[in-house]
C-alpha cells in the first residue's frame, strides 16, 4: 500500500504525513510549487531536497468514510471530485501520475467534507500509480449506496467506464453532470412548477421556467420586472425582509424609466464579516479563481473553483449553481445545478456553508 511509505507525525493540534525521496528523485519544482496553494484541492506541502510535509490536520481517510451510505448526489459529487483534481493538475502543468489515487491517502475533511489529494511532485518516487479509470472501479466496488434511490446511474457510469479505456477527466465530468441533470431520484429535486417557498415567511425562489410562463408582455417603455412594494403601503427598512409571491411582481410605471437615472446594483451582505458585495455585471461569477471569479472566497475550502453564477435577465436577477461540489442554497433549499432561480430581496443565499443575504438595491 502506498501508505506504508508515509510516516504520521501527530502533535496537538497538528497533524502531518512526511514522505523521505529516494536519493536518485528528481523534484518538479513547478509542480512543487502548486503545492503551497491554499485553494487548489491538493493538499497544503512543504518540502525539501528529501522529504514532503503534508498537512492533514482536520481531515480523515476516505476510506474510513467509503462505509456510509451516498445519495446518487453524493456519488457523483465524490467521483466529480476525483476527476476535478486531476483536471487541476494538468491546468497546473502537473503530471496525473504525481497525484496519488489511493483512498488511504484521498482526505475528507472533517468540517466541510471537500476532497483533498496526496502530490507526489518527484521522478521515480516508488510510489503505485492508479489511473482515474482504475480508482473510479475501486470507489464503485466498495462505496454504500442508498437503498431507497434508482440505481440505475451506477450502471450507466460502469458502462460508461467500459467504453472509455483511457479516462479524460474534462470529459468524464461532463458525463457526470449529464447524469445529474437526469430525472432526479431525491426529493429535494422533485419541485413542482410553482415558487419554491410558496407557504413560508421568507421571500419566494422562483425557477427561470416558472416566471416566463407567467410574465407578461413588456410594453416599449416597461422592459424590467420591479420588485417594489405597491404604493400605499410605507416603505420598508433595507433589513426588514418582506413576504414576497409572485402576485406582488409588477412593472414599474413609465413615468418612473428615465435614461438618465442613475444605475444602481444588486448586493451581497457576508455573514461572516459583513463585506458587501456589489453585482455590477450581468454575469457575475462567485468562486476561488483568481482572475475567473467576479468575487473570490478562497478563504472557505468548502466552496468550489466557479462556484456559482449570477445572470441579469430582462432586469432581473438569477443565480445558478455552477455544478459545485457542495451545492449553493437558497433560504437553506438545495439548488439543482444548472439551473437558474429568481433572487428576491433578502434571500438567504449560502454557497456550501458560507452565508449571505441578498438585497435588490
Not at 464503485?140 to 479524460?168: A, C, F, H, T
Request: proline fraction near 9%.
Amino acid at each position: 500500500m502506498n501508505i506504508d511509505k508515509f510516516e504520521m507525525d501527530t502533535v496537538p493540534f497538528e497533524k502531518t504525513l512526511t514522505l523521505r525521496l529516494p536519493s536518485t528523485a528528481m523534484m518538479d519544482e513547478e509542480a512543487a510549487q502548486a503545492l503551497s496553494e491554499w485553494n487548489s484541492p491538493l493538499i497544503y506541502a512543504e518540502y525539501d531536497k528529501h522529504h514532503l510535509y503534508y498537512d492533514i490536520t482536520g481531515r480523515v481517510p476516505l476510506r474510513s468514510q467509503l462505509n456510509k451510505v451516498m445519495t446518487k448526489r453524493e456519488a457523483i459529487a465524490l467521483f466529480a471530485a476525483v476527476a476535478d483534481a486531476l483536471l487541476y493538475g494538468m491546468e497546473k502543468n502537473i503530471s496525473p501520475k504525481f497525484i496519488l489515487l489511493d483512498s488511504d491517502l484521498v482526505y475528507v475533511s472533517e468540517e466541510t467534507g471537500s476532497l483533498r489529494f496526496i502530490c507526489v511532485p518527484a521522478v521515480n518516487p516508488g510510489l503505485q500509480i492508479k489511473p482515474l479509470r482504475s480508482y473510479i472501479r475501486e470507489l464503485i466496488v466498495n462505496m454504500q449506496y442508498d437503498s431507497s434511490e434508482n440505481l440505475e446511474y451506477i450502471g450507466k457510469i460502469i458502462n460508461y467506464l467500459n467504453r472509455n479505456k483511457k479516462l479524460n477527466p474534462a470529459d468524464f465530468i461532463d458525463y457526470l453532470d449529464s447524469l445529474e441533470q437526469e430525472a432526479p431520484s431525491e426529493p429535494a429535486y422533485q419541485k413542482a412548477p410553482e415558487p419554491v417557498y410558496p407557504n413560508t415567511p421568507e421571500p419566494d425562489m422562483i425557477p427561470l421556467e416558472s416566471l416566463a410562463a407567467s410574465k407578461p408582455e413588456p410594453s416599449p417603455a416597461e422592459d424590467e420586472i420591479s420588485f417594489m412594494p405597491p404604493k400605499d403601503e410605507p416603505k420598508k427598512d433595507v433589513m426588514d425582509v418582506p413576504e414576497i409571491h409572485l402576485d406582488d411582481v409588477s412593472a414599474p410605471e413609465p413615468a418612473r424609466e428615465s435614461q438618465e437615472a442613475p444605475q444602481s446594483f444588486p448586493y451581497m451582505i457576508r455573514k461572516k464579516n459583513g463585506e458587501k458585495i456589489v453585482i455590477n455585471k450581468d454575469e457575475f461569477k462567485i468562486g476561488k479563481i483568481p482572475g475567473m471569479a467576479d468575487y473570490l472566497l478562497t478563504d472557505n475550502p468548502a466552496v468550489s473553483r466557479m462556484h456559482a453564477i449570477i445572470h441579469k435577465i430582462d432586469g432581473a436577477y438569477y443565480i445558478c449553481d455552477n455544478y459545485s461540489t457542495n451545492s449553493t442554497f437558497l433560504n437553506g433549499e438545495p439548488l439543482e445545478a444548472g439551473k437558474n432561480y429568481i433572487l428576491l430581496n433578502g434571500v438567504r443565499i449560502n454557497f456550501a456553508n458560507e452565508e449571505f443575504t441578498y438585497y435588490a438595491d
